[in-house]
Every structure is written in C-alpha cells, then in structure tokens.
C-alpha cells in the first residue's frame, strides 16, 4: 500500500469518526449504520461489543460463546483488544454506569 492510499484511507476513516460524533437519536443512528453496513457486518461489529463487554465483566469464554455464539477466536481478538488496545472499549463502558 502506497503512502497515497494510506493518507486517503485515513482520511476516509476520519469522516467516518466525524459522521458518527453528529448522530444524536438512536434513529439517526439505526438509519447510518442500516445504510453504512450489511446486516453481516453489523452483526459482526455488535458481536465484537458484546463479547468485549462480557470478557471485561470477567465471563468465561464458554459462556461468551454459548450466549453470543462467537468463534473462540473472535473472542480471542477481542481480548487482545482490551489488553493492548487504545482503551476504546473500556472508555465507553464506564459511561453505561
């Protein structure tokens, strides 16, 4: 990948993180991602959240797979994320209380 392809390629997920700052009611929301995304890929985004939150309330994988019914490694991607990520989903977390 070129350092062009790279710089539009942020650019583009710039915007993208700048769109979703202006959504306001669960309906702007429902209707961006019904048009952003295929039901697969939502499916496989709002299972990622799931399983993220599961893992930060300490469940174990045999329960995270039988009630989200995610691979062990997606789950163990997921991990991954919490232990050397950027903080994203602990961030967010802490605001549902």
Known sequence: MTERNIEKI???IEYLYETILKIETMEEC???FDD???KTELASISQR???AKMLSEKKVYSDIVAETGASTAT????NRSLAFGKGG???L???EG
């Open 89 to 91: 989903y602990e961030k």
């Open 93 to 95: 977390f802490k605001k």
């Open 30 to 32: 429902e209707a961006l």
């Open 36 to 38: 952003l995304c295929t």
């Open 49 to 51: 959240l799931v399983v």
């Open 75 to 78: 789950i163990s991607r997921v």
């Open 10 to 12: 942020n650019k583009n």
